[in-house]
């Protein structure tokens, strides 16, 4: 089903670029507002063109097709879920923690090590003059 909504996709939004590149610029009428004149402004223009109606058709379309893609692609779930457990998943024990009965262990002190003697220094006197 996804691939067929893809293939329909890719054909509709091609189909839609053509007709969209097929029809004439609307670009002047819009320019000729400041200094020209034109009927059509902001106003009806008349009835739609067969380009016009096959670009809201097109347009329709893909909207559709885009909005299906989603829904059915969201559908599928989740890879977690799709993952078989094996056996060997099931089997590996976890480490022990502190919360499954291990007993804590005592805090050894920290040995000191021996200082250095230190000779006193005694100041020596400057010579006399």
């Known amino acids: 089903m996804t ?12 189909f839609l670029i053509a007709v969209v590149l ?5 670009g002047a ?7 020209g004149s034109s009927q059509t402004l902001f ?3 008349g009835a739609a063109s067969f380009l016009g109606k096959m ?11 885009s909005l299906s893609l989603a829904v059915v692609t969201s559908k ?12 060997e998943q099931k089997t590996i024990p976890g480490t ?11 805090v050894q002190p920290q040995q000191q090590l021996p200082q250095p003697q230190q000779t006193p ?3 020596q006197q400057a010579p006399s003059k």
Request: hydrophobic share 45%; charged share 10%; proline share 9%.
């Open 3 to 14: 691939i067929f909504l893809t293939i329909i996709h890719v054909m509709v939004s091609l």
């Open 22 to 26: 097929l029809q004439s610029g609307k």
């Open 29 to 35: 009428e819009i320019g000729a507002a400041f200094g």
């Open 43 to 45: 106003g009806s223009r």
């Open 55 to 65: 670009t809201t058709v097109a347009a329709v379309i893909f909207m559709l097709t």
């Open 76 to 87: 599928g779930g989740s890879v977690v879920k799709k993952v078989p457990v094996t056996q």
């Open 96 to 106: 022990p923690g502190p919360i499954q009965g291990a007993a804590p262990q005592p």
């Open 121 to 123: 220094q005694t100041p």
